[in-house]
């Protein structure tokens, strides 16, 4: 059954630095990735996705997300945040093929002026 | 404009009490699905389905029904309603195939408490 992983459940960055968020993933074959926002007291929205083709992937609002098939990951990155970007981040998996949608646990971000 | 609307937004119960949430989606989707978030567990599914009159099991289905009347709507019932089910539940619904795949648009939450 697939799985995702998040290790960090919060992670702290200084306004206008670079982030990494970490997501690692369990599945066997090829899978579709997502990374989802929830900002305070809203649901969830799409940042990006990852269909088989290009590793690298660009979402809105400047995030990119690259995914690594050897080493089981699809981390998201930044080049500089923004105190707006202040939110809990989530990155899930889905068969290809398939319709079940399993997500991680979440990174809450927190950005320090 | 497309979208995944629930309610109520908030619902307080006893123990024991019997409890309906309801999803609606005008992204004509062929597939609906239950989460419940709960901190440092993420998002959970609880229940999914693809298509009226169709359900399938999630990862949490324990103290959960739930009924997929058309294609638009899907309610989760809690018939015995315990404390544990406590939480904030979320609603999405995704197409079965395209560029769009997979790709789950959420309705704004149901915040439930058993007391």
């Known amino acids: ?113 | 404009e497309a979208a995944v609307t629930q309610s109520p937004r908030n619902k307080v119960t006893v123990t024991g009490g019997n409890v309906t949430l309801s999803c609606r989606q005008t992204n004509s989707h062929n597939y609906m699905y239950w989460y419940r978030q709960d901190t440092g567990h993420g998002l959970r599914l609880i229940h999914y389905s693809y298509g009226a009159g169709n359900l399938q099991i999630g990862d949490v289905p324990d103290g959960y029904k739930a009924t997929r009347t058309t294609q638009e709507d899907f309610f989760l019932l809690l018939e015995l309603a315990s404390p544990s089910q406590t939480s904030l539940y979320f609603c999405a619904s995704s197409d079965a195939a395209g560029s769009s795949q997979n790709t789950l648009y959420f309705g704004a939450g149901t915040r439930l408490s058993v007391l």
């Open chain 1, 1 to 113: 059954a697939q799985s995702v992983t998040q290790p960090d459940a919060r992670v702290t960055v200084s306004e206008g630095a670079s982030l990494q968020l970490r997501c690692k993933y369990s599945y066997f074959g090829t899978p579709y990735l997502f990374w989802y926002v929830q900002y305070p007291r809203q649901g969830l929205q799409l940042l990006l996705k990852y269909y088989p083709g290009d590793p690298v992937v660009q979402g809105v609002n400047g995030f990119e997300a690259e995914f690594s098939k050897s080493n089981s990951s699809f981390h998201l990155r930044k080049a500089s945040v923004h105190w707006s970007d202040w939110a809990v981040y989530f990155c899930a998996v889905s068969m290809t093929g398939g319709y079940k949608v399993v997500f991680g646990s979440g990174t809450r971000l927190l950005v320090s002026p």
